[in-house]
């Protein structure tokens, strides 16, 4: 799976006149770069207003998912399209699907410790692999272990993350708004400046 | 919307990932904050890290990072991977931190300290990308100001400081004051605004430079401000014409790379400084006869 990319273009009839008259001027290829600034703005404060909310697990530490999401998504334009493209993560998170282990990886180590959220397993040195149960219920662990403190006769350990073998991850509609709500956002923004601009030039 | 098949990598990211040089260094952060920004801008380094293969790691890692895309399932590089990587390649070439710095910022191995290398890397490139974005001149004519203000939420923000575990607040305008200092106007309702090219944009930068982030582990940036808002702050003129907004101070558009960017006086450089610059620099840098730190490769 790659990036997810928007396509936009002002042929169609929900361009309001003000950016007709706009495009008419600066031409198409101008008018396509100014609508992909405004799609890619509209689409950075929907990942930035999703980062205002605590993580789901509510540990205190933040990774700042959204975020950094904003910050990778990069717009361009044609003569004929404006295009707003994503990482690779708001593609996983909107379609959903089956995450696996990674090329010569055997499970997912999902964390479920303030301490490990936002890292991976293979970070931590000296994780321990404890199992138990059997069959359909067995599973497995990765614990780090403590140093024995004053008072106690063993270390005691921490479960930091619970491997899995794959995780279905529901797909998630409001990763953005809908390709109508953008556009209509984009466009109100482009109409609100088109006699500011053309005044500019 | 549409999933793309073939990777559409962050372009303007990965060439600021890919232009700079590897710049492995003794000095510490205040040493390395006396270096012009025209060379931190285009060097990898990190405080007192000498190993090569460990800055090597971080610019491969980084331009994959910015890039965007993932190869294959599980083969996404986050900075979460950038960090694993440069922790199980400290483990393999023995790194120890120094005496009494176990654990602390000054410890590679440190979570806060790699967290916070993947955080400026990913920031920084990823913001140059957003920078040629916002300074491109087409986009100038739709947004061509911006609000300093808070992206992102921070435990602890500057002007706070935790005692006994209680948040106290120190100075509650501590970007205020610092914008202020770097030259910045204040307008209406307490907003820090400015026009895209505005050069407080790198004197507010820790780093010097107009994009990223304008500290460590600062959650402040830009956003960007529409050309009718910017009016009616009074950021610009009512019929101002754009070609003179966008004249002011503009950047070259290209990647900054360690070829065509170090013209910087050596006169600006304490002599330690200097010759702990040219000595990783190595011989393809000299100083000229006019005194400038000049590539004779």
Known sequence: MSSLSLQFSLAGDSARPAIQGLAARIGGRQAHELLAAALLRKVQEHFQERDQTPNRNRFPNRSHFWSKLALGTHATATDSEAIVTMPYPVAQKYYGGVIKPGPGKKALAIPVNAAAYGRLARGFKGLKLVRSGK????SAVLVAIGEAKNGQKRAVGEVMFILVKQVVQKADPHTLPSDSALLSAAYEELNANAEAILEAL | MQLLSSPQPFADAVAWAKGRTLLPTSLNTTGLEKLSADIREVAVFSAEVTHAEILQLIYDRTAKMVA????GPGQYTSPASLVADLRELLDQIGYQAAEGKEGTIQDLRSWKRAELIADVQL???AGY?????????TSMLLYPAAEFTRLEWRRVPRGTVMIKGLEHVDNPRYWHDRWIEAGGQVYAGGRLLALMTDPVWAAVSRFGVPYGPPDFN??????PVSRVQATAWGLIAKGSKVADEQQQNARPAEAPSLANT???????????ILAALLKHLGRAWQVDAAGNLAHVA
């Open chain 2, 68 to 71: 965007g895309v993932s190869p």
């Open chain 2, 123 to 125: 920031r920084m490139a």
């Open chain 1, 135 to 138: 069959g359909s219920n067995r």
């Open chain 2, 129 to 137: 990308g957003q920078y040629q974005r916002w300074v491109d001149p």
């Open chain 2, 262 to 272: 170090v013209k910087a006086a050596v006169g600006q450089f304490a002599p330690e």
């Open chain 2, 218 to 223: 600062s959650g402040w940036g830009r956003k």
